[in-house]
């Protein structure tokens, strides 16, 4: 019988894809890339096509196998399909590690580099020529055959950690969960006191259900009159991975520790070095003072904000030496907003059912890209999946995608896109994103937060830069860029949510139809910077941990992984944090992947100043201005990796980033 994870097509088999599937099904790819390999090897840099031409191609079927199990292991898990994935793991991360290893293959790449007929390649085939060889040697391809043997082995233990360490954090999630009174959730709004009775009910119980997952959490921390109730949920989600049989801590010693070990061998100071060598940054000390000037520049009003929030708590209690905690914080800057301006962003969330935000990302793409987005009838991993397509002007489909929206306990928390295949034109590339927004009730549709919406704008940014891409070679297209420039297509999307235009496009009352009202669109605006200081304090923190983590973290000298992260966070923090404040145990973004946004975390601040810069020639020109959509489009979006970030951002903008763009936008400073 076929295996339907060999050599998929178009659609991919969601549907008939099982656990018995999976070690079979990868085992057959790797034998074939193995044999892939070994033919360009054999070619001896006979020319392009046999070399180079085949190296973009050769693991394909691999890559989008394996893409396709680990999206399923992080949307549709179970005991026994977990089992299968880490069954294979090891064996994909040693194939991925061995193939800059192989003399043979770099003598054969390295031989067509010096060839004749290498001096007459087109600028992207040059890139890709000149990107592969440093990979191979940033990979370990210099290293004796001891070293070799070393970093596979760190490789694949890495590899085996990290798959621990996410599935950890899944498992602590979904373990806990509150049955609470109705006089516990005093202040909760209607949509969240419906979600919870459901949660409840589905589990056979009374009362209201909250969980970890970020709908209940967000719920609590923001509205619940009962600070008891915000402590113990605050505490359970910033505790997780820290029980026993889930030491993600120990994990997290042992993650650093190997992959310091791997930067050394590779002739790297650090794993931050070895990480952003080849990003816009290029190295960790340029990452670390972009963070540091920015925390320079953010504090003063970080510090008023802090203030601010505190004598209004004591004002709103009517004392004077209450002390904010945690999960404090939320809950009165919800209120003081609420003051301030007038404004309850509850009031927004009947106007953002995900049926019509899902509705206004596509239809700013087919204003601004000259696209087309359409529903698919696709196999799915989950009946509440969607489906859709997308089409160039002229009709030509461009990309196949899929949005999954709503939490479920087999679905691990946050929010990100998969690129599934990167195409070659004309052929077809497949995407998805994925969410953790509030689910539909029984009586009426999931209704988002307003950072629910800017959520869904940002994935799908992520997604047209893959589905858009037109570069010839795989290995330079689509979202494969340096990491502090991919997030410039997904975070610029961010910016048309705060338009009161585009809300009016798409932003309608799920029961009346009506748009939202233009007097809680102003609200909306005046309030969008407020404690915009603290926000952008909390993201440099998670960056400046990340990145002590990846350069000096020595448990010798600076103790437990648990009290160091706590010691650096808390010079970001608002609230002093407790001693057991253990976030950076369920910090998947640097801990759930090999590498991941590991010593990359400050990409996110790094590509906001391009995105803030790069909007403002959207506000010169017009916000739905085609000409400057279609020019984003075939610069940035279309792009991939075929040139330098810098080159194509300057191509955009016509001259160099503004520093201060970002700063600017959030009214921390004045503009010159």
């Avoid at 019988?1 to 018995?20: A, C, E, G, V, Y």
């Avoid at 209120?335 to 239809?363: C, I, N, T």
């Amino acid at each position: 019988m076929t295996n339907p994870l060999n050599h998929l097509s178009r659609p991919l088999p969601f549907d008939k894809i099982q656990t018995r599937h999976v070690r079979p099904g990868i085992i057959d790819e790797i034998a074939e890339a193995e044999k892939a390999l070994q033919e360009i090897a054999d070619a001896r840099g006979k020319n392009w096509e046999s070399t180079f031409g085949a190296f973009d191609t050769a693991t394909e079927n691999l890559e989008v196998a394996m893409g396709v199990v680990e999206h399923l292991e992080a949307v549709a898990t179970t005991d026994e399909f977990r089992q299968a994935y880490n069954d294979v793991l090891p064996k994909v991360s040693a194939f991925w590690s061995s193939i800059p290893l192989r003399q043979d293959l770099f003598e054969s790449l390295s031989s067509f580099r010096d060839s004749e007929q290498a001096k007459s390649l087109s600028p992207i085939q040059d890139r890709f020529v000149v990107k592969t060889l440093d990979e191979f040697k940033r990979s370990g391809a210099n290293l004796d055959e001891a070293g070799k043997s070393n970093l596979t082995r760190i490789d694949q233990e890495l590899s085996q950690l990290t798959t621990q360490f996410s599935q950890n954090v899944l498992d602590g999630t979904n373990e806990f969960e509150y049955f609470a009174s109705e006089e516990e959730i005093a202040g909760l709004p209607q949509s969240a006191r419906l979600a919870a009775r459901e949660a409840a009910q589905a589990k056979g119980q009374t009362g209201y259900r909250f969980s970890l997952q970020a709908p209940s959490v967000v719920a609590i921390l923001t509205y619940a009159e009962n600070r008891s109730l915000r402590e113990k949920i605050w505490h359970a989600f910033n505790t997780r991975g820290v029980s026993a049989g889930r030491d993600n801590l120990g994990l997290i010693n042992k993650i650093i520790k190997l992959r310091q070990e791997k930067a050394k061998l590779l002739g790297f100071r650090n794993f931050a070095d070895l990480v952003t060598e080849d990003r816009m940054a290029h190295d960790a000390a340029t990452a670390q003072e972009f963070v540091e000037r920015l925390k320079e520049k953010t504090l003063p009003a970080f510090q008023l904000e802090k203030n601010a929030l505190l004598e209004f708590a004591r004002r709103r209690e009517d004392s004077s030496d209450l002390k904010l905690e945690p999960w404090d914080v939320g809950f009165y800057a919800e209120k003081m907003r609420k003051e301030l301006y007038d404004f309850d962003e509850e009031a927004l969330k009947p106007y953002f059912s995900a049926d019509a935000v899902l509705r206004g990302a596509f239809e700013l793409a087919e204003q601004l890209f000259q696209v087309r987005v359409e529903s698919a009838d696709l196999p799915t991993w989950h009946p509440s999946v969607g489906s859709h397509r997308i089409l160039d002007s002229n009709g030509e489909l461009l990309g196949e995608f899929y949005t999954d929206l709503f939490p479920r306990e087999s679905k691990r928390d946050g929010a990100w896109m998969h690129g599934l295949v990167a195409a070659k034109r004309p052929d077809v590339h497949v995407a998805l994103f994925c969410a953790n927004a509030q689910p539909p009730t029984e009586n009426q549709p999931s209704l988002m937060s307003f950072r629910d919406v800017e959520t869904i704008f940002h994935e799908f940014g992520h997604l047209l830069h893959h589905c858009l891409s037109q570069v010839p070679l795989r290995s330079l297209a689509c979202t494969r860029v340096a990491q502090d420039f991919v997030e410039l297509p997904s975070q610029i999307l961010e910016n048309w949510c705060l338009s009161s235009e585009m809300l009016n496009q798409f932003a309608h009352h799920f029961e009346t139809g009506d748009t939202v009202p233009q007097e809680l669109v102003s609200k909306l605006l005046e309030a969008r910077n407020f404690r915009a200081a603290s926000a952008q304090m909390r993201q440099l923190g998670f960056a400046a941990v990340d990145l002590a983590l990846h350069t000096h973290f020595d448990p010798k000298k600076d103790g437990s992984v648990g009290d160091f992260s706590r010691r650096i966070l808390q010079e970001y923090a608002p609230t002093e944090l407790p001693k057991d404040y253990a976030m950076i145990a369920s910090f998947g973004h640097l801990f759930s992947h090999s590498v991941g946004y590991a010593a990359g975390y400050y990409s996110y601040k790094w590509a906001e100043v391009l995105d803030a810069d790069a909007f403002s020639r959207f506000q010169k020109e017009g916000i739905f201005n085609e000409e400057t959509g279609r020019a984003f489009r075939d610069l940035i979006l279309s792009q991939g990796d075929a040139l330098d970030p810098l080159i194509l951002f300057q191509e955009f903008m016509g001259r160099s980033p503004d520093p201060d763009a970002m700063m600017i936008r959030q009214g921390l400073l004045a503009k010159a």
